[in-house]
């Protein structure tokens, strides 16, 4: 307990009474960018203020649900106290919550109870009740955890939240939990946390309740590389001495632990030779801006070895120099059996074409919804008489879409999703035969919506990329003109994130060359949707900057002259 601790001020108790109206508006985070809790609040020590009333409720309650459960005897103590015991997740408010969430959710188990005694199938049941409950995921200005019996009343925040609605409510119920994370993704520029359900074999089994069911077999769908646990114990330290006080936090810290044995145990270890005399190596992550460092081993004998590195991603062995990480060898694609070193090649010259800078992944659901979505125009508003521009019958390669029309002069133009898909618009703009742009005079929907919806309609002219209109299902939009208007062309971005190549955009290409870095090859402004770079190196990992616009930046390879994200 002597390094349990939580945060009070103003400024939480104000950001917990505004999250449960959903992400904060543009006014709102400009108001609040300066706050940060770790300098702002006060930090009270649990040792401090904690009564023995909280405790002895936590472990007499914990203790007589554990012993109720039939899978108890399956697990050791030092699980019960890890998974099932602790009064607390981290630096969220001291609260008597366990009689509060057992109360509600043990009808859940009892009934539960009758049909099996398998402790991943009766979690599975109890998350389905957390799911229909409902949760609002967003994120916006960063504050400790919010509480037990807040999140009870409120189910908003990030994925952490969630984490901790899942592992208060299993907590109570006798069900060992745990929440697991990676520090930064592979693919994308995040850290994600998601929950585990300690089996009775020992193995975690992940989920995110807000996501799909619990299920032993389901295969998690997002690239980890490195998989850590938040431990309410003290953890044995794997350093012999003690560490530079500017290594990753997250690394030595002593309430992590590593724990991508349970995903990746089958994977071969990655070995890299080090030709610098350090006492440590790291495995890092490019992420567009920096190295993040993902894992840590000693050098022995010139060789570092890094185990359990999932399969399938781009690591960079680096250096922590300074505080930063700096490489000191090539990048490495990682194989379940073999691992491939991107050596470049300059004697091999090739070419290649260049359309996103970052994974397109879940951007491709985004563009996929307009799919059967249509363009109409028409002389009334009741498009009786309308006339089709066109039919969207595939996904877009680009983040957008120009048409070009010859009509004789309309009024109306109108953008109808299909019936089970809602309208996502980034932006819709209209130009006459010279090229001048034709403003709406009014946009309205073809049945009432509330007031959020009509402020949104601005977001479809705003020349922001990244943002966007999003409808009810099966939604028509009508644009009126004002008057009878001579249409020339049409540009239709579908909601997307901005990373296709953009046209009129400035970029930049790198190669990484092991220990010296990335190495330029040269600028470019892009002419159209794509980037073609003559006489790239072979066998090379490569990364293109926009200097224009945006921060999603990712890392890939070449095959046959295309782009691999992984």
């Not at 020992?202 to 309740?209: L, T």
């Not at 938040?230 to 794997?238: A, D, T």
């Not at 709406?440 to 977001?459: E, G, S, T, Y």
């Not at 006489?535 to 224009?548: C, D, E, Q, R, S």
């Given at each position: ?11 939480i108790d ?19 960018k ?57 630096d ?8 509060t969430?057992?109360d ?21 049941e ?46 109570s ?19 994600h ?13 992940p ?6 069911p ?26 012999i001495?003690?560490?530079?006080s500017d ?72 250096l922590?120099v ?15 059996k073999?691992?491939?070193e ?23 659901r ?5 799919i059967g ?40 133009l ?6 089970e ?52 299902k ?8 004002g ?7 049409i540009?239709?971005?579908?909601r ?27 600028c ?9 770079y003559?006489?790239?190196p ?25 782009q691999?994200?992984?």
């Amino acid at each position: 307990m002597e390094t349990k601790h939580y945060y009070e001020g103003w400024q939480i108790d104000s950001l917990k009474a505004i999250k449960p109206y959903g992400r904060m508006n543009d006014d709102q985070m400009s108001e609040w960018k300066w706050f940060d809790y770790h300098k702002h609040c006060n930090r009270v020590e649990h040792l401090n203020v904690i009564s023995s009333r909280l405790l002895i409720e936590n472990v007499d309650m914990a203790c007589d649900v554990w012993k109720a459960r039939p899978w108890h005897t399956s697990y050791s103590f030092e699980d019960f106290c890890e998974y099932v015991l602790p009064y607390c997740i981290e630096d969220e408010p001291l609260e008597e919550w366990r009689r509060t969430y057992y109360d509600k959710y043990s009808p859940i188990v009892d009934s539960i109870l009758l049909k099996t005694t398998d402790v991943v199938e009766v979690a599975a049941e109890v998350a389905k009740v957390l799911k229909n409950e409902g949760f609002d995921n967003h994120a916006d200005v960063a504050v400790p955890h919010l509480g037990a019996l807040y999140l009870m009343k409120n189910h908003v925040g990030c994925c952490r939240e969630n984490c901790d609605i899942a592992t208060y409510a299993m907590r109570s119920l006798g069900i060992p939990i745990a929440t697991d994370f990676y520090i930064t993704s592979p693919s994308y520029n995040s850290r994600h946390f998601w929950s585990a359900i300690i089996d009775t074999t020992g193995i975690a089994v992940p989920f995110n309740y807000t996501e799909k069911p619990i299920n032993r077999n389901s295969e998690y769908d997002r690239k980890m590389g490195k998989v850590y646990r938040n431990m309410f114990g003290m953890q044995k330290s794997k350093f012999i001495d003690p560490v530079p006080s500017d290594f990753p936090a997250v690394l030595v810290h002593p309430f992590t632990k590593d724990v991508s044995m349970e995903y990746f145990s089958k994977n071969s270890p990655l070995k890299v030779n080090s030709i610098i005399c350090e006492k440590w190596m790291f495995l890092s992550i490019y992420n567009g801006k920096h190295y993040e460092a993902i894992d840590i081993s000693p050098v022995t004998r010139g060789e570092a070895c890094f185990k359990n590195i999932e399969n399938g991603v781009i690591v960079f062995p680096t250096l922590c120099v300074k505080g930063r990480m700096s490489p000191c060898g090539y990048p490495v694609l990682t194989g379940t059996k073999e691992h491939h070193e991107f050596v470049p090649d300059t004697r091999i010259k090739n070419s290649i074409v260049i359309k996103r800078k970052y994974p397109i992944r879940n951007t491709l659901r985004f563009i996929s919804n307009m799919i059967g979505g249509s363009l109409s125009v028409s002389n009334d508003n009741s498009f009786k008489n309308a006339v089709k521009l066109c039919e969207f019958k595939d996904t877009l390669q680009s983040n957008s879409i120009i048409l070009d029309c010859d009509l004789a002069p309309v009024r109306y133009l109108r953008y109808t999703a299909p019936p089970e898909k809602n309208i996502e618009i980034a932006e819709l703009h209209v130009f006459d035969k010279n090229g001048e742009e034709i403003l709406f005079k009014n946009i309205r929907a073809d049945h009432p919506v509330d007031d959020l919806h009509v402020r949104n309609f601005q977001l479809i002219y705003d020349n922001i990329w990244s943002s966007f209109y999003m409808s009810e299902k099966g939604e028509s939009l009508i644009f009126d003109f004002g008057e009878m208007v001579d249409i020339g062309k049409i540009l239709f971005v579908p909601r997307n994130d901005d990373n296709f190549v953009r046209k009129g955009h400035r970029y930049e290409l790198f190669f990484h060359n092991g220990s010296e870095g990335w190495k330029t090859l040269g600028c470019k402004i892009a002419e159209a949707d794509s980037l073609i770079y003559n006489n790239v190196p072979g066998n090379a990992v490569f990364w293109l900057h926009n200097h224009t616009d945006g921060i999603e930046e990712r890392c890939f390879f070449e095959i046959d002259g295309k782009q691999q994200f992984i």
